[in-house]
């Protein structure tokens, strides 16, 4: 099960590894249900049974099970991201770049298939909402939605990426108002998504 809250931002960035990290509850803390996250910056959650795709009679690895399941829900392109230092080539500037404010010009579909991880997504009012996504759970993130990402104190996860379309890596830092991406996310936000 997925939780998202708002979380302290009175912190002046650029915080220490381990506030960022952290879970930056406020005090008292201020949880989301799924249904005011997704009326409140469009991201939708959908929970995965991984566990089936990890036993298959085929003895096909879980990634190309997924992979099937996903071009099978219209997705032409998946793969792997695996967030560990020794295994991902300039793993500090990726997660730099990460935690950098940004949006894309496409959807952001994240399936967790090992470990945990923060996604920071900016609501209507333009407040951090902070979810965390563990095993098992995939995270829907419209084009347009200003979002960051960073590791959790546990320090790893895997994730699943699925793309409607041919992958566009680009990243566009906030500010990034004028972006057609963005401005088609607006109108869906005053519209409650
Ligand atoms: C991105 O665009 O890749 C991100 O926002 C980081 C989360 S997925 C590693
Ligand atoms: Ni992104």
């Given at each position: 099960m997925v939780n998202a809250w708002y979380i302290d931002d009175s912190l002046r960035e650029p915080l220490d590894e381990s506030v960022k990290r952290?879970?930056?509850?406020?005090n008292p803390p201020e949880y989301l249900t799924l249904d005011e996250l997704r009326r409140k910056t469009g991201v939708t959650i959908e929970t995965v049974n991984v566990d089936k795709y990890d036993n298959d009679?085929?003895?096909?690895?879980i990634e190309e099970e997924l992979a099937k399941h996903a071009s099978s829900k219209g997705y032409v392109y998946t793969d792997v991201l695996d967030i560990h230092a020794e295994r991902l080539d300039n793993y500090s500037e990726k997660l730099r770049a990460f935690y950098t404010e940004h949006l894309h010009s496409d959807d952001e579909v994240r399936l967790v298939l090992v470990g945990s991880a923060y996604f920071d997504v900016r609501d209507i009012d333009n407040r951090w909402v902070r979810i965390h996504v563990r095993r098992g759970d995939q995270l829907n993130l419209l084009a347009g939605t200003y979002h960051r990402f960073t590791l959790d104190v546990d320090n790893y996860v895997k994730l699943f990426r699925l793309f409607g379309?041919?992958?566009?890596?680009s990243s566009f830092n906030?500010?990034?108002?004028?972006h057609p991406a963005r401005v088609d996310y607006m109108s869906r936000a005053v519209k409650g998504f």
């Open positions: 952290s879970d930056r509850h406020l009679s085929d003895n096909n690895n379309s041919k992958p566009d890596w906030r500010p990034a108002d004028e």
